[in-house]
């Protein structure tokens, strides 16, 4: 074979270092002397007798590089090889582990694993599976070359451990891992007696464990990201739950065949949302916007090859037992512990409310002030016209659902405060919001008095130096019969809601927006605007989109987007305010990116990259369903005038609600522009306002588009999505009448 392989010229290539080989072995079994250059000969010619050194040990071919190695044979090579090993593994060990074969599927982190094994000859048989072909892209944590594009992953790791060592029996699956071919993967010609999961399949991830724990056989997992490593003795604990019980009622068959963006929330159930490092949390979120997949980095990758093979080795010598999930994170083990800078660190901001409960005592105080100065009561009413006039105010929408009132009743007189404790946020510039919230409550109180045959007379700020005084409403005898459209007015107070469904875009008649013109016009100053053009409605998207984008990548946005989320209805429930995240519709894994967003240090990263994009999908994706954007406007901008503009909103609601029409308010750009102009970019960094103000003169742009007013002259207060969309599946909650109602 050797002559035939010179003379056919398949061998290009004839490498012979047999004497160095041979040095090193009579060295090794001679580690007690110091040998000189001529007893290294004498113990050669010893050992050839009488063979000649190119008839002594095997001829290795190597077809794919056309190279031809004269090596040591199988025992000698190994013994050599394995030399330095000595005593962290001895020689007893090295051949226990010689007859150990692990099974590895996933060969981009899982490359590094398979050499790392294979140097330090953990066993005897690999057993390699992956179905793709290394990619350019592969190679910032591939150990391979160029030449190597379009070569099956499987390929370039058999290749190269057979370089370092052509007695290391390798099986390769160039299908991947798969139902067909599972078993012989775990059990020909004797079972495995280890496996190494590091692929990307979340089906394969979970079958693979189902049969690694029915044949007894320990699970080994390496994430690369803080040095994650994850150990299921499943040889000592046949009933373990897979993935430590993470991947429970996790069908194999719902994952399988799913996107990269779609797997993020069951892979971070598996691996654990708080666990991961904040770089990997800010990538995560960029997953289908700047980047096509997570990243990995040639040293974790590398990293994770060393902590897989010292776990493997250990587990096959039985020199340890347990299961568990484990973290080497080089950031935490070697870093700055004491940071030295020039200039002092800036204290982050914090969203701390700086108002103070808003006490029933405090609100008597200021009810025995209004008496002093308004002598005259209200006609008193009976307890279940007050009870329903209070639930009618108490259902009025608000910003994040923070529902900033209390009130009060005496003397015929009912009592709106401004709980600025349960309002304040960095968003609300100037109140703006809550005073927006308490002029809708005002408004379904004015609604459920004319139900109830009452006419209701309010001075609105009738304390001018005590502000959190809203109103005081009196009521009176209706003169008029109460209409069958009052009526409905006032039962739509309850069913009116904020609806977030998505749905395809639908016209709806001019009609719908002549007539809710009409409404708001009686709410003077208030005007409205409206668009159903598409084209402008794209350009609203994205500018809604980005003033989003503004105020999650804002530390003190951030903070207080999170502090109205409500995860789940368990939560909703205890506090009986905020947002219910079930109530938007997005999908899981947009859920779970929510989730990984959570953490304002990843954010934050984004921030300084200019990224964030995936902030803007969900306005993005409701502007797309809309039939249109309606936008109230007032011509000056103060409480009085934003209270109306609330009462405004607030029939224009419940109208819309009427025509079985879905809204959506979107405040981020009211919010954020009024800052802007009225307060000058107050808490505003330069490059924010630089960035808000041109993305008010595209707002301003499509504003006064085919309008008849002056749209330079108004400030925008309400903006909010009208489509024709599914039925909300609930209501947000209110916070129990007690909290919010008292009387004397």
């Not at 590398?302 to 080089?330: F, K, M, N, P, W």
Request: proline share 3%; glycine share 6%.
């Amino acid at each position: 074979m050797f002559d035939k392989l010179i003379g056919e010229k398949e061998a290009w290539f004839i490498h012979d270092e047999i004497y160095g080989q041979l040095q090193e072995l009579v060295k090794s079994e001679h580690p007690s002397l110091k040998l000189k250059p001529e007893d290294y000969s004498t113990l050669i010619s010893q050992r050839l007798g009488d063979r000649t050194i190119k008839e002594y040990g095997v001829w290795v071919y190597y077809p794919w590089s056309r190279r031809l190695v004269h090596l040591l044979d199988e025992d000698e090579f190994i013994e050599v090889r394995t030399n330095r090993n000595r005593y962290k593994i001895t020689r007893e060990e090295q051949k226990t582990l010689s007859r150990k074969k692990i099974g590895i599927v996933g060969l981009s982190v899982g490359q590094s694993i398979a050499l790392t094994l294979a140097m330090e000859r953990t066993c005897g048989e690999l057993r390699l599976a992956d179905f793709d072909t290394a990619e350019l892209s592969n190679l910032n944590r591939i150990r391979t070359g160029v030449q190597n594009l379009g070569v099956k992953k499987t390929l370039i790791a058999a290749r190269e451990i057979l370089e370092i060592d052509p007695f290391i029996k390798i099986r390769i699956y160039n299908d991947g891992l798969n139902e067909e071919n599972m078993d012989h993967f775990f059990t020909f010609d004797g079972k495995l007696d280890l496996f190494v999961e590091v692929c990307d399949g979340l089906d394969i991830k979970i079958e693979s464990r189902y049969k690694a724990r029915e044949l007894q056989i320990p699970v080994v997992m390496d994430t690369n990201d803080r040095g994650m490593l994850d150990v299921e003795r499943f040889d000592l604990e046949p009933g373990r739950d897979i993935l430590h019980g993470l991947a429970n009622g996790l069908d194999p068959k719902n994952v399988k065949g799913l996107t990269n963006e779609e797997k993020v929330p069951y892979v971070l159930r598996l691996i654990g949302a708080d666990t991961i490092s904040t770089r990997m949390k800010a990538s995560m979120l960029e997953v289908e916007q700047s980047i096509n997949t997570w990243p990995q980095l040639a040293s974790s990758v590398t990293l994770g090859g060393a902590l897989t093979t010292d776990v493997c080795r250990r587990i096959l010598l039985d020199q340890y037992h347990e299961s568990g999930r484990y973290y080497v994170d080089l950031e935490e083990l070697v870093g700055d512990k004491d940071p030295k800078s020039e200039v002092a660190p800036v204290p982050a901001p914090q969203l701390v409310n700086p108002y103070s409960a808003l006490e029933w005592s405090d609100i008597r105080r200021s009810v025995d002030e209004f008496f002093e100065k308004y002598e005259d009561d209200g006609n008193g009413i009976a307890d279940h016209h007050l009870n329903a006039l209070v639930d009618a105010g108490i259902a009025a929408p608000s910003a994040g659902n923070n529902q900033p009132w209390k009130w009060y009743y005496r003397n015929g007189v009912l009592f709106l405060f401004h709980d600025k404790i349960q309002s304040w946020s960095w968003g609300d510039y100037y109140e703006m919001g809550s005073h927006i919230s308490l002029g809708s409550a005002l408004e379904n109180v004015r609604l459920q008095a004319e139900a109830l045959g009452l006419s209701a007379q309010e001075t609105v700020f009738p304390l001018e130096h005590n502000p959190t005084m809203i109103a005081a409403v009196r009521f009176f005898p209706l003169a008029e019969p109460i209409k069958q459209s009052t009526l409905d007015l006032a039962r739509h107070i309850f069913i009116r809601n904020t609806n977030r469904r998505l749905a395809k875009r639908i016209q709806l008649d001019e009609s719908f927006y002549d007539e809710m013109g009409r409404i708001v016009s009686l709410f003077d100053p208030v005007k409205l605007y409206y668009t159903q053009d598409e084209t402008e409605l794209d350009e609203l998207a994205d500018i809604i989109a980005e003033c989003d984008k503004v105020r999650l990548l804002n530390e003190l946005g951030h903070e207080e987007f999170y502090h109205e989320i409500r995860w789940n209805k368990t939560d909703a429930d205890k506090t009986r305010n905020g947002v219910e995240l079930d109530s938007v519709d997005i999908t899981a894994s947009e859920k779970a990116g929510f989730k990984v967003a959570q953490d304002w240090n990843a954010v934050k990263l984004l921030a300084q990259w200019d990224k964030g994009d995936a902030f803007k999908k969900m306005s993005l994706d409701g502007i797309k369903s809309a039939s249109g954007i309606v936008i109230l406007t007032i011509p000056e901008f103060n409480h009085s005038t934003l209270i109306q503009a609330g009462r405004a909103a607030e029939r224009a609601w419940i109208f819309a609600n009427q025509q079985h029409v879905a809204v959506h308010p979107m405040l981020s750009t009211a919010f954020f522009f009024n800052r802007l102009t009225h307060g000058r970019g107050q808490d505003l960094p330069q490059h924010v306002a630089d960035k808000l103000s041109l993305l008010r003169q595209r707002f301003l742009k499509v504003l006064s588009a085919g309008q008849k007013h002056d749209t330079m002259t108004q400030h925008e207060v309400f903006v909010m999505k009208v489509a024709i969309a599914p039925d909300a599946d609930s209501r947000s909650l209110r916070k129990h009448k007690a909290e919010l109602f008292n009387r004397d």
